[in-house]
């Protein structure tokens, strides 16, 4: 049974930072690229970062890029998401996203159960 267990998220002010952690297990992780996606209220699920299975490659949304940076950890089986210079628009559930390496949350085989981020203005 795969599960991805994220972590991390709360509340913090404008400007501030947060360290986001997905833990997986149940697969091989080291196999699969993975991805963040947020949910604002009201608002479709969107694409935040991906990262390659060896973590030779990620790419951003243009929202959140030189702000965020997404790594792995592959003994660990544990994907990061780095988050500074954090904006009132950034309030959103997280989700951690495994098997893909697009901006399209349906082409991902397994999610996680999301972590709020609020930020304060």
């Known amino acids: 049974q795969v599960q991805l267990v994220e972590s991390g998220g709360g509340l913090v002010q404008a400007g501030g930072s947060l360290r986001l952690s997905c833990a997986a297990s149940?697969?091989?992780?080291?196999?699969?690229?993975m991805a963040w996606f947020r949910q604002a209220p009201g608002k479709e699920r969107e694409f935040v970062a991906a990262?390659?299975?060896?973590?030779?490659?990620?790419h951003y949304a243009d929202s959140v890029k030189e702000r965020f940076t997404i790594s792995r950890d592959n003994d660990k089986n544990t994907v990061y998401l780095q988050m500074n210079s954090l904006k009132p628009e950034d309030t959103a559930v997280y989700f951690c996203?495994?098997?893909?390496?697009?901006?399209?949350?349906?082409?991902?085989?397994?999610w996680g159960q999301g972590t709020q981020v609020t930020v304060s203005s």
């Open positions: 990262i390659k299975w060896n973590g030779g490659s990620t």
């Open positions: 149940g697969l091989t992780f080291s196999s699969y690229d």
């Open positions: 996203a495994a098997g893909g390496y697009s901006v399209v949350a349906g082409t991902y085989d397994y």
